[in-house]
């Protein structure tokens, strides 16, 4: 009964001065929506972040050529340029070296590729069955290249998603088509997903072919031009990196180390960074959050502090005419609240479109912590309610006179 | 003191019981002692005129009187009730019921009507709910001669007319006494006129009514006048009905 004469008679201060009750429930509103926003913007851009990184694989090994030439006095040529890898290096280092996942052999080129009278030039990549998993791309649409296929020499390929748009445009489906590699007709049997640029490479300008197809059909050479090793778990990474190594140098008959034919590389470093990065991540989203609290919080203070100590005559009015402190209190306790939460939630809807937006401009995936929300929410309707009450409670503690005289 | 309005030989009550009121404002060496040992005694149904310079204490007087502030030493009886030792909750209820105070800033509610407005003091009377009150606030802003009005916004109505609703919220919950602070002060001299008649029909009806001014003709239409200087009364006088004599009169007092 009581509760409800209070409540119309906070609702009735709010509708009396609307330009107030708006510019202060704006005022919450911008605090809230701005932590929503920065925190949801941050670990978007993280997760973004992480992500490509995770992508690049952190339990890779890549054994690739050394350099050509040198070991007789001969000119030493660029690295990669040996020929020096093989099939057979690949499946001893599978058969051979234990804590190995899976063993990727690789044999890339550029080629022309023809169909209809679209016409690119592309790299062209010999891979097994296994590549899907090793270098964790898939694809989208379609089958990858399948064992049968490495035995039958079959003429399939599988597309990135760029070489679908310049030789197909959007209209047509590659999918059973047939295109020409260096004049050689093969059937497009899958699609890739995108995979966008990674170092200098676009990944998804690259056609995929079985391993021997590549070898025996496209390049004439049964050399391949890089193993990817998954290693089993990331803490035998350097283990198996140095089994590869010794194993290699056996094989090619090499006693001095220096003198390999190839490298392997460790991809430990970039699980180091991968780390780092995420912790100094994790430390600038806490400082976005609390700076983003603050400021909002101060906001939400500021607008409260002034737009009731304003109303200190007012407070002086209704004391003297008969109001005590309790009425006073609820009348401000029920209007900030009203105005805090009414605030908060337009807050919460303009942060999550601002950074639903933003995720869409930074093509980054949009991330909502829950927790974040409940924070900003909760931390605003407190300051938004202790700071609409503070001045309240203290005008009503004052004599009627000294409210109504206070300027 | 003695008393010598004729009013006293009635068989009267006494509403008013001031003794050795002081009020002293600030501490140490900045205090400033606003009253310095009032006492005063009013009967129900008088009309009394509080006349004194600027700081001569009778805006602090009338405060004290009207329970919005609370004195620094002495004792106040109204209608037998010590305020000194009211807490919080029953000052509220007698500056509610017993009470009505009108300003000389009018002091209403912005952006409220003036049925709104005379209506305020009721939200907070625990007696009845607030919409029972509401025909009772019309007739009374019809009493005051703005029945046409009552749905003004106070930013639409002249300062006599917001000063017509403030009296008529002061009489909303019915009081014994009405405590005015240089209602005509911010006025025009028709206007100060026309609530000056308000008070003196209510006064005819019964009402207990206290105020203060600075213009000896308004002073003049109250039925007893009390002169104030540096803090203490230096008289006390029943007036002879020749309120007519209006403009001839010197003012006593500048401020």
């Given at each position: 009964m009581n509760l409800l004469i209070h409540i119309q008679t906070a609702l009735r201060g709010i509708v009396t001065n609307k330009l107030r009750a708006a510019l202060t429930m704006l005022g919450v509103a911008i605090g809230v929506g701005a932590v929503i926003a920065m925190i949801s913007v941050g670990s978007g851009a993280t997760s973004s972040v992480t992500s490509r990184i995770q992508s690049l694989g952190t339990n890779l090994l890549t054994v690739s050529p050394g350099a050509?030439?040198?070991?007789?006095?001969g000119a030493r040529q660029a690295a990669?340029?040996?020929?020096?890898?093989t099939l057979e290096d690949a499946e001893a280092i599978k058969r051979e070296?234990?804590?190995?996942?899976a063993v990727s052999p690789e044999a890339a080129g550029n080629a022309q590729v023809v169909f209809k009278d679209s016409n690119v030039n592309t790299r062209i990549y010999g891979v097994t069955p296994v590549y899907e998993n090793v270098h964790n791309f898939h694809v989208e649409f379609g089958d990858f290249i399948r064992d049968q296929d490495l035995r039958s020499l079959s003429r399939v390929a599988v597309l990135g998603k760029q070489v679908v748009a310049d030789l197909f445009?959007?209209?047509?489906?590659?999918?059973?088509q047939t295109i020409k590699i260096n004049n050689i007709p093969f059937r497009v049997v899958g699609i890739m997903e995108t995979k966008g640029q990674s170092g200098f490479a676009n990944l998804d300008d690259m056609i995929f072919v079985p391993l021997s197809t590549a070898q025996k059909r496209i390049f004439g050479d049964m050399a391949l031009s890089s193993i990817s090793i998954q290693v089993?778990?990331?803490?035998q990474m350097d283990t198996v990196s140095s089994l590869v190594t010794s194993l290699l140098l056996v094989r090619h008959r090499i006693s001095d180390p220096n003198n390999a034919d190839f490298r392997v590389m460790n991809q430990a470093e970039l699980l180091s960074t991968m780390s780092s990065v995420s912790q100094t991540f994790t430390l600038f989203l806490g400082g976005i959050a609390a700076v983003s609290l603050l400021v909002g919080g101060i906001g939400i203070m500021n607008i409260m502090l002034v737009s009731v100590t304003e109303r200190t005559r007012e407070i002086g009015l209704r004391k003297a005419v008969g109001a005590r402190q309790s009425d006073i209190l609820w009348q401000f306790l029920i209007e900030s609240l009203t105005l805090s939460l009414a605030g908060g939630a337009i807050g919460m809807l303009i942060g999550v479109a601002g950074a639903y937006a933003m995720s869409v401009v930074g093509s980054w995936p949009f991330v909502l912590s829950p927790n974040s929300v409940v924070l900003a929410f909760v931390f605003s309707s407190l300051v938004g309610v202790f700071f609409g009450l503070y001045p309240a409670w203290r005008a009503s503690l004052l004599s009627p006179i000294e409210a109504l005289r206070y300027e | 003191m003695v008393d010598l309005s004729p009013a006293t030989f009635d068989a009267r009550r006494t509403i008013i019981q001031a003794d050795g009121l002081r009020k002293v404002y600030g501490e140490g060496d900045a205090a400033v002692e606003a009253l310095r040992g009032v006492s005063l005694s009013v009967d129900e149904g008088e009309f009394v005129a509080i006349m004194g310079p600027s700081g001569s204490g009778k805006s602090t007087l009338l405060n004290l009187l009207g329970c919005l502030d609370k004195p620094t030493s002495g004792k106040y009886l109204l209608r037998g009730i010590e305020v000194n030792e009211l807490d919080d909750v029953e000052l509220a209820r007698l500056r509610n019921e017993q009470i009505g105070f009108v300003f000389q800033q009018f002091n209403l509610l912005p952006r409220t009507s003036a049925l709104e407005n005379v209506l305020l003091p009721t939200r907070y009377n625990?007696?009845?709910?607030?919409?029972?009150y509401r025909e009772r606030a019309i007739r009374l802003l019809e009493d005051v001669g703005l029945g046409g009005r009552i749905l003004s916004h106070p930013n639409q109505l002249s300062g006599g007319m917001q000063q017509r609703v403030a009296i008529a919220r002061a009489l909303i919950n019915d009081p014994d006494i009405l405590f005015a602070d240089e209602p005509t002060g911010n006025l025009d001299t028709k206007s100060g006129d026309e609530i000056m008649a308000i008070f003196k029909r209510l006064n005819e009806q019964g009402k207990t009514i206290i105020l203060i001014t600075h213009e000896q003709y308004i002073a003049n239409q109250a039925k007893r006048t009390i002169h104030m200087r540096d803090g203490v009364i230096i008289s006390d006088t029943p007036n002879h009905g020749d309120d007519n004599a209006r403009d001839e009169r010197v003012e006593e007092v500048q401020s």
């Open positions: 050509a030439g040198g070991l007789f006095g990669g340029t040996a020929r020096s890898l070296i234990p804590g190995i996942a445009g959007s209209g047509e489906s590659p999918i059973g089993a778990s990331d803490n | 625990r007696k009845r709910p607030h919409g029972a």
